[in-house]
């Protein structure tokens, strides 16, 4: 079975940074991509960004673009976020995802098949 676990979350002032990993085990490279989505209390999960297993074609949120950058290290089967400038409203659980269905999909969470624990990542004003 495919196993995600993300790790790098935490507390941090507005304007800062964090680096979120995903570390992945099982059969993970079957899937066209790999991607992160968050939810914030009481919210809906939402789409963050994503990155294609072929040619490694990335794909943001509006709201996250510029700020963020997905990439992927395939030695260590790790996927990684980075966040810059940092705001409130990206108070959110991050949750690493795998098993992408279909590239049109990948925005949703009924598209993946596989996700991790999820974690907390905390911006203050």
């Known amino acids: 079975q495919v196993q995600l676990v993300e790790s790098g979350g935490g507390l941090v002032q507005a304007g800062g940074s964090l680096r979120l990993s995903c ?41 996250v673009k510029g700020r963020f950058t997905i990439s992927r290290d395939n030695f260590k089967n790790t996927l990684y976020l980075q966040m810059n400038s940092l705001k409130p409203e990206d108070t959110a659980v991050y949750y690493c995802a795998a098993g992408l269905n279909t590239n049109m999909a990948m925005a949703m969470v009924e598209g993946w098949n596989y996700w991790g624990q999820g974690t907390q990542v905390t911006v203050s004003s």
């Open 23 to 63: 570390a992945a085990s099982g059969r993970t490279f079957s899937s066209d991509g790999m991607g992160w989505f968050r939810q914030a209390p009481g919210k809906e999960r939402v789409f963050v960004a994503a990155i294609m297993w072929s040619g490694g074609r990335t794909y943001y949120d509006d709201s």
